[in-house]
């Protein structure tokens, strides 16, 4: 059984930063993705950012690209979230999660097989 433990979230305003962590244990290496996706109240999950052991890649939802790095390390079973340049939009709770990940059309594909409670971030003056 995968088990995740997400810290980071909290309150901030709009243009700061902030950086989720997650630490994973019971992960094992079949699954081919890992990364990160959020859902704020009323909306649909949203892919945020993702790695994929398929192709190697990293990839971002277009609405964070250049303001969020993924960043991850093995040894630790930690994965970071690095956010930047918030925005009020970016709002919602953040989950780190496994699965798959790859690359598809313009985008990327994130199947979210395993993921843990969510830390809830809240961009606000």
């Known amino acids: 059984e995968v088990q995740f433990v997400e810290s980071g979230g909290g309150l901030v305003q709009p243009g700061g930063s902030l950086r989720l962590s997650c630490t994973a244990s019971?992960?094992?290496?079949?699954?081919?993705?890992v990364g990160w996706f959020r859902q704020a109240p009323g909306k649909e999950r949203e892919g945020v950012s993702c790695f994929s052991s398929s192709d190697g890649d990293t990839y971002y939802a277009d609405s964070v690209k250049d303001r969020f790095t993924i960043s991850r390390d093995d040894a630790k079973n930690t994965l970071n979230l690095d956010m930047k340049k918030l925005k009020v939009e970016d709002t919602a709770t953040y989950y780190c999660?496994?699965?798959?990940?790859?690359?598809?059309?313009?985008?990327?594909?994130?199947?979210?097989?395993?993921w843990g409670n969510g830390t809830l971030v809240t961009v606000s003056s």
């Open positions: 999660a496994v699965g798959f990940c790859t690359h598809y059309y313009s985008g990327f594909y994130f199947r979210q097989d395993h």
């Open positions: 019971g992960f094992t290496s079949s699954y081919r993705g």
